[in-house]
């Protein structure tokens, strides 16, 4: 698919063949445009093909537009007109016309029935080999030529390249092994665009206790966590929480992540971790006098596994230290067991910080939507610039919302330049 065409001046370039850039290599090719995608590494969608841990949470079924556009915070108001373009039904109607079914699953997350990221990069690339795409791997782009207004050609480790218009989808810097190290964020400087700095966004956290890290591995399906500011409640969450090897990951952390980041510039950032929400101190210490009664002359270490949620036995252990661990069940006192049911409806944590980009499902950042036509996704700055997908400074949850500003913004560059 590569040839020799260093003199040719193609209808589009597209720089990044991640998954807003293939889906606008593919609208514009279909539309008989000739069509170049560079990309800096050896295959496209490297990041596509392993996002939602290889199965590919496509997009989010929310059927309430007004409650899907707000998961995108103050960027909400500038999507109301790309999502008339190509929404979540365009998105389910794009693919499974191609073959690739997908299902809906909790949350409203969206899936292929496979549970394949590579059949939803399989659907794409198909489509840029139909329509005769060029595609131009380890091709890196080091500047933009241009005349204030107008992109002339840019120029590549393979050469210079012309082109009518210029689509910019090179992601933002989640995942920088994929190739996503911001170099989109420098071009749309250097064009004189407002980029906001990245900093990453749905994230997992770092914590300071060992008895976290004990547990990596161990998912909690239904938690409150309560996070404080010096001490002082900031807000709540409850969902499904996963220990890692350095702190807290799983959908309710990622979500929170962004919250999370602005209260540790501000102070010390604790957490507190429920984990029974929906029983109350009362309900839960007849629940553990039960468990003592029925095993009054065991000791305590061994009888904690009948009153938590499993997997979480030897951490609680570590945190009983205000009583002995090896005392029989039937000596413990009354203030003892109300200390222990204390613990279990407010685990302790001190947050250290949040991962890096390496570790980032989404970075915040990227260039001001009111520098960007989104009826068109056209610069208007650059007169034949379009930008895509993760280039734009949008808050997002994580259960498939970024990938549907992706396969949105592509859709409508594709049918724009």
């Known amino acids: ?122 659907v794409l690339y198909k489509e840029l080999v139909k329509n005769k795409v060029e595609i131009r791997n380890n091709c890196i782009v080091s500047n933009f030529i241009h005349n204030n207004s107008k992109i002339i050609n840019i120029n590549t480790s393979q050469g210079q390249f012309y082109a009518k218009s210029f689509i910019l989808a090179t992601g933002g810097m989640s995942h920088p092994e994929t190739g996503s190290t911001g170099d989109g964020l420098s071009f749309l400087q250097d064009l004189g665009h407002s980029v906001t700095d990245p900093t990453p966004d749905i994230v997992p956290i770092e914590v300071k206790e060992d008895w976290v890290k004990s547990l990596s591995g161990t998912s909690l399906s239904f938690m409150k966590i309560n996070f404080c500011l010096n001490g002082k409640n900031q807000f709540s969450k409850t969902g499904k929480i996963l220990f890692t090897h350095f702190g807290l990951s799983g959908p309710l952390i990622l979500n929170s992540a962004n919250k999370i980041n602005t209260l540790l510039s501000k102070g010390e950032v604790t957490a507190f971790i429920d984990l029974y929400p929906d029983t109350n101190n009362r309900v839960l210490e007849e629940k553990i006098i039960k468990v003592f009664d029925l095993n009054k002359n065991k000791i305590l270490k061994t009888v904690v596994k009948d009153f938590v949620p499993e997997g979480m036995s030897f951490a609680i252990q570590k945190l009983i230290n205000f009583v002995d661990i090896d005392k029989k069940v039937h000596s413990i006192t009354k203030e003892e067991r109300k200390e222990i049911v204390k613990l279990l409806k407010a685990l302790p944590l001190t947050v250290v910080g949040l991962m890096g980009y390496d570790r980032s499902v989404v970075v915040n950042g990227g260039v001001s939507l009111s520098e960007i036509d989104m009826k068109t996704m056209k610069s208007k700055l650059i007169d034949n610039l379009y930008v895509t997908g993760d280039l734009l400074h949008l808050n997002r949850n994580s259960g498939g919302y970024s990938l549907q500003i992706c396969w949105t913004t592509g859709y409508i560059a594709g049918i724009s330049v």
Request: aromatic share 10%.
């Open 1 to 122: 698919m590569q040839k020799n065409n260093k003199n040719k001046i193609w209808d589009v370039i597209v720089i990044g063949g991640g998954a807003s850039g293939m889906m606008a290599a593919a609208v514009a090719s279909a539309r008989s445009r000739s069509v170049l995608v560079v990309d800096k590494n050896e295959s496209l969608g490297e990041k596509l093909k392993i996002t939602g841990g290889g199965r590919c949470n496509i997009t989010n079924n929310e059927p309430d537009i007004h409650k899907m556009l707000k998961v995108y915070g103050e960027g909400s108001p500038y999507l109301y007109t790309p999502f008339s373009i190509f929404g979540v039904k365009d998105t389910f109607t794009y693919f499974e016309s191609r073959g690739l079914p997908l299902v809906v699953q909790a949350r409203n997350r969206v899936f292929p029935a496979t549970e394949k990221a590579f059949d939803v990069f399989n």
